[in-house]
């Protein structure tokens, strides 16, 4: 019985064998039979390059390389004196009305909201105020008390060429009515500090409106605030979000070259392939002894309303003369001693170009020869074009 089993053990071990041996064959037919057959489909993708000349190399239409190829078309543009400086937008106090109130009261309606474009004398909020529901009937009663006096004097008169009505009378109605004559005019000027801008009134609710055309950007105004003089913040910010001011924080040792309207560049993480224009309208007169800067102040045209007031930016001042091809660093070549850059010349095809660099930065460099304005240069690959080209040239 014994040896039967083993038998059997020896049968199954032996035939376990074999099925091993036939997967490995079969896995091997398989592999081999695909080693030399089509390519999978992301590889079949793959367009292979080919050398125009020792310094250009072009792709087929849809290869896929080209997805990890970006160009652009950069204009000549002036060198900044300096590297790239700390800078922030902020409102342009020329065109800003911050509105708060000079009285007490309680806001009662809201009719602007943050971002609604307003006209001037448009609504914005109507105050219910107690001061100007006093300060209005104590110039009612003053011009009241005024006119009863008014006819006193004009009835005395009349009796004091008959005598019918004593000097010391006579004087005493002059200076009644010319008491109340001030304080008629004392109330008017009471309501008036109440109203500088001249406010609707409407019995004691006020129409809070804007006084310039804009945007509100701003608004701490909520339904039944109370509200009363020197409050910390304004209930409105209205401005005109299409000018800008740029403030700059500039080195002590650039004071003497920037000028009142210098042009300024300007750049943004936002919007990294846009650049603004800004030009100096104040130069700095203190510097922080801290920072060792002084606030430079620049006017920004805002016109397409990218730029936001409080946004952080960089800024560059440029140069009255001196211009260059500004390109990102990413896209320079560097083979040794020399400096090249890759040129679109035609679609898939680029060319390998040596320049001179008049100013490098930290992100991005300016190339003052080997490249003409408006040229499509490759901004993003560039390392790539370079490897597929060595590859194919041996570096010649």
């Known amino acids: 019985m014994h040896y039967l089993n083993q038998m059997n053990r020896s049968k199954l071990l032996g035939l376990s064998l074999v099925v091993l041996v036939a997967v490995i064959l079969v896995g091997w037919f398989f592999l081999g039979s695909h080693k030399n057959g089509p390519p999978p489909p992301a590889m079949a993708a793959l367009s292979e390059p080919r050398a125009v000349n ?92 005024e006119k009863r006096k008014a006819l006193a004097v004009k009835r005395a008169k009349d009796l004091v060429p008959g005598e019918a009505i004593s000097t010391r009378d006579w004087e005493t109605v002059q200076a009644d009515y010319a008491q109340s004559q001030a304080e008629t005019a004392r109330a008017e000027q009471r309501l008036k500090n109440l109203n500088p801008h001249d406010l609707i009134i409407k019995g004691q609710r006020v129409i809070l409106a804007s006084p310039i055309d804009g945007v509100v950007t701003e608004r701490n105004a909520t339904p039944a605030l109370e509200v009363s003089p020197g409050m910390a913040a304004p209930l409105f910010v209205v401005t005109d979000t299409k000018r800008l001011w740029l403030q700059i924080d500039l080195p002590e040792t650039l004071l003497g070259r920037v000028k009142l309207g210098s042009e300024v560049a300007v750049s943004n993480d936002a919007f990294p392939d846009q650049r603004f224009l800004a030009k100096i309208i104040q130069l700095g007169q203190v510097i922080n002894p801290n920072t060792r800067r002084a606030n430079v102040l620049a006017r920004i045209d805002n016109t397409d309303g990218k730029l936001l007031p409080e946004m952080f930016v960089r800024a560059s001042v440029l ?26 010349t035609n679609p898939g095809e680029f060319t390998l170009r040596q320049v001179k660099l008049v100013k490098r930065g930290i992100d991005f460099s300016y190339v003052g020869e080997g490249l003409k304005g408006d040229e499509r240069v490759v901004t993003k690959g560039a390392l790539l074009l370079d490897a597929e080209l060595i590859a194919l040239t041996g570096g010649k």
């Open 54 to 145: 020792s310094g250009s190399i072009k792709f087929e239409a849809g290869a896929q390389q080209l997805a990890l190829v970006r160009t652009q078309s950069i204009p000549i543009s002036p060198v900044p004196m300096a590297d790239e400086l700390s800078a922030r937008i902020a409102y342009d106090d020329d065109v800003t009305a911050r509105i708060s109130t000079s009285f007490s009261g309680r806001i009662v309606e809201i009719k602007a909201a943050p971002g609604d474009r307003v006209k001037a004398g448009q609504v914005l909020a109507v105050i219910d105020s107690p001061d100007f529901g006093l300060a209005q009937a104590d110039l009612n009663k003053a011009r009241a008390d």
């Open 319 to 344: 140069q009255q003369n001196g211009e260059g091809v500004r390109v990102p660093n990413e896209a320079l070549v560097i083979r040794g001693i020399y400096t090249y850059v890759f040129v679109e």
